[in-house]
């Protein structure tokens, strides 16, 4: 596999290896000390700040508010709600001793705070006037991972969790439907990832919920990735945590709730969906520098490019655009090679020859036009433009592959072809058990019956039996 110190293995020979080998040279994480943990660079937190920041104005905008809750959570709350715990219990991380001595019960160190704030709600919800109550909380969760991989399954990650109270099973679904539009929206138009919205099966529900929703991206070998997840809880917490309210007929009744959330997985899913044997391929909206400028002179002829460069770079920091200078004293084609490897977007050089032409030259990460001179006085409106086009552009490529890769099948043949390289839509029976063969045969899971799937009958393209959701299933092997 060829590779120089700084390149990592292509990616169309070996997608896990790198995988694997890019987080890291990209400077976006590193392992943690403690098994399955890690360390997010600022680089790669920045990409995170940047969702965060899209998903939080978003969450406000629908009238949610921002809370915290304990990372630590009473033993006994978790078990109140059976489902949920038994969901959990081989991921929980449980402390037992602390302050010198065994505590008198043991504490759950969060995987999900469904638990917690549904004792907080019980305390704040008496009347219907205090309805919907709407709460969001960005935290770190842990869950105990065999298998951990920076990004997508890690034994603590960060996201952020919503967790609603409502007066009846319509606005609680109603909550549901938002939130996972507002997830959609923002897979779709910042991290340039065609997810497909819909609702999982039986089988693959949220231990505890009574339905749940998810949005599935189609990742660059062809497996899914479930990049944010909405569930309607019903009144199971509820009744669990006794959260109740007084009708305006002063009658008491069970809240209907609700939580959904999304993770740095995403961070994973931008780079698995747009990245290429080079590196990492940034979209504009989420890339901590989206124009990098390499000043190029030799001694003696420096400083006047430098003054033209940081001038430069304080107008397109006015338009608005993230520009980072990168004056190191290396050489250029080491700094070129960086960059690609970190997937910005644009890259403007600038020696004395440009300089004296009142040009720079545009490089994109992508694409064949090679590099182009733009006037000096043009660079920022220029930039700008690129940048809107180069956000288009990775959408439109992701949704040509995505369709590229799935397939409308009604045989065991088919199905087995399809989910060998990406999905399967087909009719499906429903059952679990039949869930289950199927992916010991194929290694695919359902996952997700599309919100915007036409109705349509059919037989499961394992056992025949008659579909189950009027709907096509879209399968495929999954992070």
């Not at 037992?96 to 160190?109: R, S």
């Not at 909550?175 to 910042?190: F, G, K, P, S």
């Not at 070998?221 to 199971?236: F, R």
């Not at 995505?402 to 989910?419: G, H, K, L």
Request: proline letters at 6%; aromatic letters at 8%.
């Amino acid at each position: 596999m060829a590779r120089d110190e700084r390149g990592v293995t292509p990616r169309s020979e070996d997608f896990s290896s790198w995988y694997n080998e890019l987080v890291t040279k990209a400077q976006l994480v590193e392992r943690g000390p403690a098994k399955g943990t890690m360390v997010i660079r600022p680089y790669g937190y920045r990409i995170w700040e940047l969702l965060q920041a899209e998903l939080d104005h978003r969450i406000k905008e629908t009238g949610h508010e921002n809370a915290y809750f304990p990372l630590f959570i009473p033993d006994s709350y978790v078990k109140r709600e059976a489902e949920h715990i038994d969901g959990f219990s081989p991921e929980l991380a449980v402390v037992t001793h602390a302050g010198g001595k065994e505590l008198d019960e043991p504490l759950v160190v969060r995987p999900t705070s469904e638990t917690v704030i549904g004792e907080m709600m019980a305390r704040w919800v008496s009347s219907y006037r205090d309805l919907p109550l709407l709460l969001n909380q960005w935290a770190n969760v842990v869950r105990w991972e065999l298998r951990p991989r920076m990004f997508l399954r890690t034994t603590e990650f960060l996201w952020q969790e919503g967790h609603t109270a409502h007066a009846d099973e319509a606005d609680a679904m109603r909550e549901t439907r938002q939130m996972l539009d507002v997830y959609t929206e923002v897979a779709r138009d910042i991290a340039a990832i065609p997810v497909v919205p819909g609702e999982k099966t039986p089988g693959e529900r949220f231990a505890g919920a009574v339905r749940t929703f998810s949005i599935e991206g189609m990742m660059g070998d062809g497996k899914a990735l479930q990049a944010g997840t909405s569930h309607y809880m019903g009144t199971n917490f509820a009744r669990a945590f006794d959260i109740r309210y007084s009708t305006d007929a002063g009658e008491l009744e069970l809240c209907h709730t609700t939580s959904w959330g999304m993770s740095t997985r995403m961070i994973g899913g931008v780079i698995m969906t747009h990245g290429d044997d080079k590196g990492l391929v940034l979209p504009p909206k989420l890339a901590p520098y989206q124009v990098v400028i390499v000043p190029i002179a030799r001694a003696g002829q420096a400083e006047p490019v430098l003054t033209a460069v940081r001038e430069l770079a304080a107008r397109l920091k006015a338009a608005g655009v993230r520009t980072h200078v990168d004056d190191r004293p290396q050489t250029p084609g080491f700094k070129f090679n960086e960059w690609e490897l970190r997937g910005v977007p644009l890259r403007l050089e600038i020696g004395p020859r440009d300089l004296a032409a009142g040009t720079a030259l545009l490089a994109r990460r992508l694409g064949d036009e090679g590099k182009t001179p733009v006037a000096l006085d043009a660079v920022p409106e220029v930039v700008v433009t690129e940048l809107e086009r180069f956000q288009r552009f990775l959408l439109r490529r992701a949704v040509d592959f995505r369709e590229s890769r799935t397939s409308t099948v009604d045989s065991w043949q088919e199905f087995t072809e399809a989910v060998a390289t990406g999905w399967a839509s087909t009719p499906h029976c429903g059952r679990p058990d039949c869930e289950a063969e199927i992916k010991a045969a194929t290694s695919a899971t359902p996952r997700c019956v599309p919100v915007e799937a036409p109705g349509e009958s059919g037989g499961c393209v394992r056992c025949g039996e008659p579909s189950a959701y009027g709907r096509r299933v879209l399968f495929g092997r999954a992070y």
